[in-house]
């Protein structure tokens, strides 16, 4: 069994500044994918950023040069470094990565159950 639990989320002014991260914990043998999904109300998941075990990394538009994703690979830890936020930053953020359990397994999909983040105007 894997788990992912999210924290570092909360309430912050307008060009406030927080830090996500997302541990993975359980039977690991590797992560592959890590990624930060939001979903805001009303509004599809949407991705922000991932990150790959081999280093490739992929930014949203809306956040690229103000959001930074980065991971921890001995501490199977992905975070999201999130400056100048704005209120449009609202939504419950997602921790997602692909884990393989053991070497002859694929790779499973996990997700972590959420962390709020709120953008004061």
């Known amino acids: 069994q894997v788990q992912l639990v999210e924290s570092g989320g909360g309430l912050v002014q307008a060009g406030g500044s927080l830090r996500l991260s997302c541990a993975a914990s359980?039977?690991?043998?590797?992560?592959?994918?890590m990624g930060w999904y939001r979903q805001a109300p009303g509004k599809q998941r949407e991705l922000v950023a991932s990150?790959?075990?081999?280093?490739?990394?992929n930014i949203t538009d809306s956040v690229k040069g103000r959001f930074t994703i980065s991971r921890d690979n001995a501490k199977n830890t992905v975070y999201l470094q999130m400056n100048s936020l704005k209120p449009e930053d609202t939504a419950v953020y997602y921790c997602r990565a692909t884990v393989k359990v053991v070497l002859t397994t694929p790779y499973g999909d996990y997700w972590g159950q959420g962390t709020q983040v709120t953008v004061s105007s």
């Open positions: 359980g039977s690991i043998f590797m992560i592959n994918y």
């Open positions: 990150t790959t075990r081999s280093g490739y990394t």
